[in-house]
């Protein structure tokens, strides 16, 4: 079995524990063993990130974005390879999977032009014969922590920011998928980058990620998951010493508004990619979908017939749509709450059955529930799979106020024909993205990812608004 290591002060190092990496589209299928970090290695890492950041941050702009280029070429020249990889440890579709690794590669192409492009400002003081220069420097050593659910992408719009911007990484995949992060950090070793400017540390939140939010070296800390683990974080950043700056996104219960005039086609293309696609295992997934009187009939018949037709299984198999569920603990997650939505009295149209294909995995029909009530646990609480609630409403009005009352505001869409009744949404909606019959996922690497209330804490993340958070403002006065 091949055994894959941390990556620590330029150097390949290895664990006496291991993680095994297994495809949940054939549990007998192993994909390799992942040293298991102790705290001591995350600690170890952090000190190299901090040695190495005086001479990174101080690097010509050039090298910084050479060195990001690089790595964008080469995801891309090895795209098939790691898309491969992706749809066989995480269970998306091999399309998708390919599609995620392309977009890594933008990702890092973006930051390498960006490096070169980081502005400040000149302003005229108030006092004559000065100078006011307001600068952008580099935190220090930031520390990112990644899910399971976008194995590459995520990593990448956390990476290439921080280096592009001359900070040093302490980077911890999550334990499910530490494949693409390990194919990942073997492409950055090879940009020639000095030791310790990144760092690979696979392993548990619990050690690991403890170590970086305690650290007074870390200076920053970029975590993507869980609502319960995001607040854990921000509280060891604000007790910690010295405080340490922190980026949070977290969870969402998104809503899909369809309207009366909505064109039927277009509504349910929506619903079944935001609802569905990547095995509803993305934070911007369309949970909740609102319905008018009027159109609820013939929309609901037209999503349970699309859903019927479509094909789950190995996600590396040609025709897949939807792949299996991550593994054995969500797949028990997503049951639960089909038991939880048929107690609260929802009733369920279809699907949520467990499916048998030609290897073990773990294979789940997608869901759909009508006669949800808004207040039901089904359609307040993140699932983080393919369970969707149909919810009926009066008017446009009722909907907007429905889609509103979340704890969440992440992403929210719309389906409509109405250019006043669209930019009605757009103005109103308490969400940090606002779709117009678009999948409430899908999101360009170029402009800012972010919600609201419960949703995201911090500086947005993606495109130039990146800088907010792996930036600090110098405000510099010259006199002369």
């Known amino acids: 079995m091949s055994q894959y290591r941390n990556y620590i002060a330029g150097e390949w190092s290895s664990s006496d524990r291991q993680t095994v990496n297994v495809n949940p589209s054939d549990t007998n ?11 001591d290695d995350a600690e170890r890492a952090i000190a190299a990130a901090h040695a190495a950041f ?33 749809a066989r440890e995480e269970g998306k579709t091999l399309r998708e999977a390919v599609g995620e690794t392309v977009r890594a590669a933008q990702i890092f192409h973006f930051f390498a032009g960006e490096a070169v492009r980081l502005v400040g400002d000149h302003q005229p003081s108030i006092r004559a014969d000065i100078d006011v220069e307001v600068r952008r420097e580099p935190l220090g050593v930031v520390g990112l922590i990644t899910p399971w659910n976008f194995p590459i992408a995520i990593p990448a719009w956390k990476i290439a920011p921080a280096l592009a911007f001359g900070n040093c ?4 995949p999550a334990e499910l998928v530490p494949g693409c992060a390990h194919m990942l950090a073997e492409i950055i070793a090879q940009t020639g980058i000095d ?4 760092n690979l540390v696979m392993g548990s939140g619990a050690e690991v990620g403890a170590a970086f939010a305690e ?4 200076r920053g800390l970029s975590f993507t998951g869980s609502v319960g683990v995001g607040r854990a974080i921000a509280a060891n950043c604000v007790t910690g010493e010295p405080m340490k700056r922190f980026q949070l996104e977290m969870g969402g219960k998104n809503a899909l508004i369809v309207t009366d005039d909505a064109m039927l086609d277009t509504a349910v293309d929506c619903a079944i990619d935001g609802a569905f696609y990547s095995t509803g295992q993305r934070c911007t997934a369309s949970s909740r979908i609102i319905v008018t009187r009027k159109i609820h009939a013939a929309f609901v018949d037209a999503m349970k017939a699309r859903m019927e037709r479509l094909a789950v299984d190995d996600a590396r198999k040609e025709g897949t749509d939807i792949g299996p569920v991550v593994d054995e603990r969500q797949l028990g997650q997503n049951r639960s709450y089909i038991d939880i939505g048929v107690n ?4 369920l149209l279809g699907g949520g059955e467990l499916l048998e294909r030609g290897a073990p995995g773990h294979y789940m029909a997608p869901a759909l529930f009508v006669g949800v009530d808004p207040k039901m646990r089904i359609a307040r609480e993140e699932i983080f799979g393919p369970v969707a609630s149909v919810i009926e409403v009066a008017d446009y009005d009722e909907a907007l106020s429905v889609a509103n009352d979340s704890e969440f505001g992440l992403s929210a869409g719309i389906c409509t024909t109405s250019l006043s009744t669209a930019r009605h949404f757009l103005r109103n909606i308490e969400a940090g993205m606002a779709m117009v ?9 170029h402009v800012p990812f972010g919600g609201t209330k419960a949703s995201s804490f911090g500086a947005r993340e993606q495109g130039r608004y990146a800088a907010e958070f792996y930036t600090t403002v110098k405000t510099a006065y010259v006199a002369g």
């Open 54 to 86: 005086p001479r990174w941050s101080r690097q010509s702009p050039q090298v910084r974005s050479a060195a990001l280029k690089h790595v964008g070429d080469q995801i891309l020249a090895r795209k098939e390879e790691i898309g491969d990889l992706l």
């Open 344 to 347: 609260e009295g929802a009733t």
């Open 169 to 172: 990484v302490v980077f911890k």
């Open 195 to 198: 030791p310790g400017v990144f």
């Open 437 to 445: 019959n678009l999948a409430t996922a899908g999101v360009d690497y």
């Open 215 to 218: 650290s007074p070296l870390v």
């Open 29 to 39: 299928d192993i994909i390799g063993e992942y040293a298991r970090a102790s705290r």
